[in-house]
């Protein structure tokens, strides 16, 4: 059986459902904290658990790199390599390839580049993305795209787009012939830059390949919220009901409530944990820089009503001490308080959809509603 | 009700037994993690006392210069600043003065100092450290004393050392004078360095002053295990049996296992947290480094009887990755684990001092016999 979704119910654009994989149940719109190297940074996976992740995400471009795919699947596999049971959705590592390694050059088979780590040479394409993620075990593998780089013309991301979708194919076709992903589910990606046609197209072109699931990439990479809510505004609608829809690297909390009224399912980002170990924290007043004097003798905690100890247990004023002496557990609670903080607000979307509520709670969101922390809890 | 001392048993010079506070009771002999500034580094308070900590050991030089005594005062006492709601020890700020401080100058009245955090001027006298420490609210206060240099002549071991107990005569009466240090505790500080008989003049210096307990300070700076031991060997046999004896910043496993035998009750080190913060681990077969090679595809956990995840959950080869990744969570499971590793070794030395066994279990250790785990659990 591979993952499959059920659609709960809706309320507008906004879908309240659940991805069932061999693994759990996604309750969505879900929120996936990113475990780039095999560790969401500076937490354990009972701390990323205890937050109410049910998914995490993990990056094909750094585990091939370090430690080896190879590697990882003689020791068990990446959810006992990092002791995570649960789901774990991969990236396919195109994203990473364009961004940290060096001399990438793409041609129609792939793309071959040096490590960032110890400049070995590389090669990745569509088939290697697949059979990677198929080592390492991954729950849903992402086919390998070309990360069309914005702005872009509408030639560069209409030849940019098409390429993606003839690897997207060949991903397909790898990934139903193996025999060990029973049971695991793969993802095609939606390209095309700003232009609505071109992303109908790449749409289109996806659809008769049958995926589990399907994102929206190449978004989050410097248009600006309101591009991307116009693409999304374009797309959205199109993609099929009984699917799941992933919108890639996203994002901000505000960006993730107007992305689940227009009808997507399941976010990642580095933002929680990036932020965290910056001294910066989410609340339900906005984001607040720890570092601030102001906090220096504050004795409330960031969120008195979460489960979360790094939300609820200490002060402000520890933390700006944490913060302020460089101290790993100023890092690892901000880290930990922010994955907790985005997981509270997609269970209140959530909940929020059941009710029908949606509108009221991304409304109040935006104005930065205090009193909704305690209405969708 | 000032902290006290119960002796349960004695096999040999070794010692069995329990330091009473208002806070809780400590099983000794005891090794005390330290809480540097306000944080066991890399570990949250639950965290740090899943491995069996009763007590942790903070600073008083770090935590007057940053966030500030007062400030910590003001903010409910440094157990609620931090969430230790357990035994704290601080010591007097004297040994951080002359190692981290800029322009430190000593006079009969104290020393003056600039911060090494921002140059702030600030001076540290022995009446100024108690108020420091009622400040803070720590459960046992230490003394200032003079941080005598090694090596030293005699002449200026004995100077620095009348010094030092004229000092401790000053933080005593200052001590006793306070209104706030009710259920609070005080230790002296013996000196001397490696002359036994300033040691044994130190020592009676002290006596009169009727301190909760004595430390031997000056030791673990460069003299080596065997000297270290010829020190202990000479005074300890002198020191009051009725009060627990503390040996300051010691040390290594072999150290303290060698002390205890010695009649030392009462440890801190941070080799275990910041060895962790190396890539190193404490293990029943010795020291390893993590980043080794060999570790790479290591299923074996650091501990696998260990009851902390950090020693038990995760395989070496997951170590060995994080470690070599530069991964926060690699810091976070080595600190934790050797933590856990000294605490089990504090309580097997316990429960064969208990069972009269001393000698065979410090004997075993020695010679890494790794049965030893499963006898003394």
């Known amino acids: 059986m591979r993952p499959s979704f059920t659609l709960l119910r809706t309320d507008g ?12 149940t996604i309750e969505t719109p879900a929120f996936m904290a990113c475990a780039t190297a095999a560790t969401v940074k500076a937490l354990s996976p009972d701390q990323v658990h205890a937050t109410g992740a049910e998914i995490i995400l993990s990056n094909t471009y750094h585990l091939m790199l370090r430690p080896g795919a190879e590697r990882i699947r003689r020791l068990g596999g990446l959810h006992e390599f990092m002791k995570w049971p649960w789901p774990i959705l991969t990236d396919s590592g195109g994203y990473q390839v364009m961004s940290l390694s060096e001399l990438a050059k793409i041609t129609e088979q792939g793309v071959t580049f040096r490590s960032h780590v110890d400049g070995s040479a590389h090669e990745l394409t569509p088939e290697r993305a697949v059979e990677i993620q198929a080592l390492l075990g991954s729950d849903i593998q992402m086919v390998l795209d070309e990360c069309t780089p914005f702005p872009a013309t509408r030639e560069v991301a209409e030849a940019s787009m098409q390429r993606s979708m003839r690897w997207a194919e060949r991903a397909r076709a790898a ?20 232009y609505p046609e071109l992303r109908t197209r790449s749409l289109e072109a996806l659809l008769p390949l049958d995926f589990e699931g399907h994102a929206v990439g190449g978004l989050a990479v ?35 409530v107007g992305s689940v009224m227009r009808g997507i399912d399941l976010f990642d980002c580095v933002l929680p944990t990036r932020s965290g170990r910056h001294g910066q924290a989410f609340t339900w007043d906005g984001p607040v820089n720890l570092k601030n004097a102001r906090f220096a003798e504050d004795l409330s905690p960031l969120d008195p009503d979460s489960e979360c100890p790094a939300s609820s247990l200490y002060s402000r004023a520890y933390l700006h001490h944490l913060v302020r002496s460089g101290e790993m557990l100023g890092a690892v609670l901000l880290s930990w308080h922010n994955l907790a903080f985005f997981q509270t607000v997609l269970r209140g979307l959530r909940l929020a959809i059941e009710r029908g509520e949606g509108q009221r709670f991304s409304r109040g969101f935006l104005e930065r509603y205090r009193p909704l922390r305690a209405e969708f809890a």
């Open 13 to 24: 654009a906004a879908r309240r459902g659940q991805i069932q994989t061999t693994r759990g």
């Open 175 to 194: 990934f139903l012939k193996r025999t060990d992903v029973n049971g695991l589910g793969q993802f095609g990606i939606v390209q095309g830059s700003i």
């Open 222 to 256: 410097g248009e600006g919220q309101e591009a991307m809510f116009t693409v999304l505004d374009g797309i959205v609608p199109l993609m099929p009901q009984e699917k799941p829809r992933y919108l890639m690297g996203v994002g901000k909390p505000d960006d993730i």
